[in-house]
């Protein structure tokens, strides 16, 4: 077995968010507890790195997010790899009532927002479309590495099965597409589909569905832990990861544990799944892409979309769907964190964080991997494979 890499975690951690399973009144409370539902609009890019925020320097104060940001002392901004957002696509919604920052749904890129449809199929499943989004970026981040994965044994590599027969390939899933033709928005997924066809409409843990898949850790929809010795066939990189997990918890306790956790996430080619609190203390779950970071080190604001805000739309008649938000990151009197989207004079309102989970990119298995088996040499046939996949018009999370 392949030696355990710094990343990975026991797979029976003495916590209790291991047991954490996430469903349909979470989902449906989550994103109101943060936000309304109808907004207006007032007026108002990088790659994995750092955006250092100088008040003083006139490009920072151009457009509202910069201003605010001056305004809160913002020393950095970081995003997770891959995503490209322009700083100016952001616009402020004021009311007497809400105070955050958005962007029109498909602005940027690198990031990626499954929208549930809300109805019998989908509506608990905030787990799914978390995961499902972290699959799109984790395949993205790693296509390089997967097309040589692949070449070295096209038949098997990248392909689902079940009891041997060919289910879906890699390919194939990582595809996204509108629910009718003519909308305008393209946020449905060829892998929500399939967690949808797997477990219906249901509370599901996040480690074990990623796993699941990944790893072919076998899902215990029972007792809700992953038993690794009752390997499921419908995996797809098993072969590559060989039992190492990618999808951990972070245990915070506090803003400094909380802050220490999203800034070493983020510098260390992670992804982020945030949890919180609904008014009926419920939990909801939704993808964290980016965060600002205070002159005390602190994250002071969090970059997020939600799969539940599919109807939430700007107030300016063109009918535009809000995409990625920011939302204020505050401390109540009680110690609690909270994200809401209600401005940093409410420190009593919004979600009160409950969890955190990273995706690593998995640069060491992937190296491990390839040291044990070397990447095959370019034949005719993975030349044609080549040519048959580049002629592919794959649409991804997209406006047209």
């Not at 070449?151 to 990248?158: C, H, L, P, S």
């Amino acid at each position: 077995m392949m030696k355990k890499q710094s990343f990975t975690h026991s797979r029976k951690p003495k916590f209790g968010m291991r047991k954490l399973s996430i469903g349909l009144a979470s989902c449906m409370l989550g994103m109101m507890f943060l936000t309304t539902g109808h907004v207006s609009a007032e007026d108002n890019g990088h790659v994995g790195e750092t955006i250092t925020v100088v008040p003083w320097q006139r490009n920072n104060l151009d457009t509202a997010l910069g201003r605010r940001k001056a305004e809160d002392r913002i020393k950095e901004t970081l995003w997770a790899d891959g995503v490209k957002i322009d700083e100016k696509d952001f616009e402020h919604i004021k009311s007497s009532h809400e105070d955050y920052f958005a962007v029109e749904y498909g602005k940027g890129s690198g990031y990626y927002d499954v929208n549930k449809k809300m109805d019998s199929e989908d509506s608990a499943l905030c787990v799914g479309s978390v995961v499902t989004n972290m699959f799109h970026w984790w395949v993205d981040q790693n296509r390089d590495n997967i097309e040589k994965f692949k070449k070295q044994d096209i038949e098997n590599n990248g392909v689902m099965k079940f009891d041997g027969v060919k289910e879906t390939t890699v390919d194939e899933l990582n595809h996204f597409y509108k629910e009718y033709q003519s909308n305008k928005y393209a946020d449905q997924s060829k892998f929500f589909d399939i967690i949808k066809k797997h477990f219906g409409n249901k509370p599901l843990n996040p480690e074990e569905l990623f796993e699941l898949y990944f790893n072919g850790f076998y899902y215990n929809s029972s007792h809700r832990y992953i038993e690794d010795n009752k390997p499921a066939k419908n995996n797809l990189f098993s072969k590559v990861l060989e039992n190492n997990k990618l999808l951990n918890p972070e245990r915070s306790c506090g803003i400094n544990d909380f802050s220490n956790n999203v800034i070493n996430a983020l510098k260390s080619h992670k992804v982020l799944g945030v949890v919180h609190t609904t008014p009926l203390n419920y939990r909801h779950i939704i993808s964290m892409w980016g965060a600002d970071i205070g002159q005390d080190g602190k994250v002071k604001a969090i970059y997020v979309t939600d799969s539940d805000d599919r109807d939430t739309r700007f107030d300016d008649n063109n009918n535009r769907r809000i995409g990625m938000k920011r939302y204020d990151v505050l401390v109540d009197d009680q110690g609690n964190i909270r994200f809401t989207g209600k401005g940093i004079t409410n420190t009593d309102e919004g979600a009160v964080y409950a969890g955190l989970y990273s995706l690593s990119r998995g640069d060491e298995v992937w190296e491990e991997y390839f040291k044990k088996y070397p990447e095959v040499q370019e034949t005719p046939e993975n030349r044609n494979e080549d040519s048959r996949k580049n002629s592919e018009d794959v649409e991804v999370s997209s406006v047209d």
